[in-house]
């Protein structure tokens, strides 16, 4: 098919174009919103950028402002964001009896960071049923869990439940409370089960089918067990700072329990967007590390953004190896390949001007103070959804910057950069010269 001749890179794009479309005009229907009339286009389309690229940041709040049909809609979204286009294009073609073409493997292959084109259809299979079978998990435990939440009805409680299950796995950062996760910040159980489901969505389906479908604990490849570590430790350092810079605020007269995990939620959520307390009230210190960890983000695969966790590893790596004085990056007794590498480098430099050009250009139009906009620049790329309460205040500029990040979040940096690279056309090579450095 002509179709799949263009290159995954682009299609992948024009697809997630289509799906924001789409779910645009589905928000802008006259029974998507609770008050009579429609939503603005604006609103309905920076909404439906944020569910579809499992994001969460908001501009009208999701809990009063949309209908039912408007939160299912939004639902729809996460599950189709967290999954990918091009999983769910593949669940019809096989209900269909259809074969899958080379083409649509290779979509497949580029929208879920696999290794090759070679085994993706069984990938999506099991993409799929580790999804709904963790989501379902999510489900019932937030059933017995939540206070009150058959009050209104079993209907009622089971989307609710559902709704929290699928935004909290897809790192969405959605809510029907109105105010995130506070109402439920004393309960560690709770807690728990929501920073459970956000780090299993963080870590990628290739690292998920290693541990869970091919149970390779004893011999996980290369790039799962960096995730591991890299994860592990970000969310180590995480707690750790949030405790210490919580100290002054009575955090350590809480259980012990309670003190270990409300600290590794809030180094969890820097996939995910959930709050238990508004970040303002945040020690100035971790703001700061909150933003380099939002700008890692989540790892290849999964269903954050950022610059990945596989990527920030390699750097290290990189930096560490050339410290020593070694050419090659070395982990576990493994070489990481030089154009890994070379990736890593270039994701991480046009991520940096990603940044810096539009917190740049939303300061100079907006006229807000640089940290909140670095924030929530680095929270929009990053697909995390976490905020210090400006994205409401935008214009119509800023939003639009603010969603076409996400959006760029979503697809991937380096998926980006592949779709604007031309083929090299020269085939002369020039004499090579040195220049200083540093």
Do not use: C
């Not at 294009?89 to 696999?114: W, Y």
């Not at 489900?139 to 709704?163: K, R, S, Y």
């Not at 996939?271 to 960890?293: D, H, K, Q």
Request: charged share 10%; no cysteine.
């Amino acid at each position: 098919m002509r179709f799949f001749r263009t290159k995954p890179g682009p299609l992948v794009l024009m697809s997630y174009l289509l799906a924001n479309i789409t779910g645009t005009f589905l928000l802008l229907l006259p029974w998507a919103t609770v008050k009579p009339g429609s939503a603005t286009l604006l609103e309905a389309w920076f909404t439906a950028t944020s569910a579809l690229t499992v994001t969460g940041l908001i501009v009208v709040p999701t809990d009063t402002y949309w209908s039912l049909f408007g939160h299912t809609v939004i639902l729809l979204l996460m599950q189709i964001g967290g999954l990918g286009l091009m999983v769910m294009a593949t669940l019809v073609l096989t209900a269909l009896g259809m074969k899958i073409q080379l083409g649509h493997r290779a979509l497949i292959a580029q929208e879920r960071n696999h290794f090759s084109i070679s085994g993706v259809v069984k990938l999506v299979k099991n993409v799929v049923i580790l999804t709904l079978i963790i989501e379902l998990i999510g489900i019932i435990a937030l059933a017995m869990l939540l206070p009150g939440i058959w009050d209104n009805g079993w209907l009622e409680g089971l989307f609710f439940t559902t709704f929290h299950a699928v935004s909290a796995f897809n790192g969405a950062g959605f809510d029907l409370t109105g105010e995130s996760l506070a109402p439920y910040k004393d309960s560690s159980a709770i807690i728990f089960v929501f920073t459970v489901l956000i780090l299993i969505g963080s870590l990628g389906f290739v690292v998920l089918q290693e541990l869970f479908v091919s149970r390779k604990w004893k011999r996980l490849s290369l790039h799962s067990r960096l995730v591991l570590w890299v994860t592990s430790a970000i969310a180590l350092v995480g707690s750790f700072f949030y405790y210490v810079t919580s100290i002054e605020r009575g955090v350590d007269e809480l259980p012990w329990v309670h003190q270990l995990v409300y600290s590794l939620f809030q180094a969890i959520t820097r996939t995910a967007g959930f709050t238990t307390e508004p970040v303002t009230i945040w020690a100035e210190s971790f703001i700061l590390l909150m933003i380099l960890m939002m700008f890692i983000g989540a790892s290849p695969g999964s269903v954050g953004g950022g610059i990945k966790t596989t990527t920030f590893g390699t750097i290290i790596l990189a930096v560490w190896a050339f410290v020593r004085g070694r050419k090659e990056v070395v982990l576990f007794e493994r070489e990481i390949a030089t154009e890994s590498v070379l990736k890593a480098f270039i994701v991480v430099v046009t991520a940096a001007l990603l940044v810096f050009v539009s917190t740049f250009f939303v300061m100079l139009v907006e006229g807000l103070p640089f940290k909140p906009v670095l924030f929530e620049v680095v929270s929009a790329l990053a697909t995390v959804g976490l905020s210090m309460g400006i994205t409401a205040e935008l214009s119509a500029f800023g939003q639009v910057i603010i969603g076409l990040l996400m959006l760029i979040g979503r697809v991937g940096v380096l998926s980006l950069i592949t779709i604007l690279a031309g083929r090299e056309a020269r085939k002369a090579r020039y004499m090579k010269e040195s220049i200083l450095i540093g």
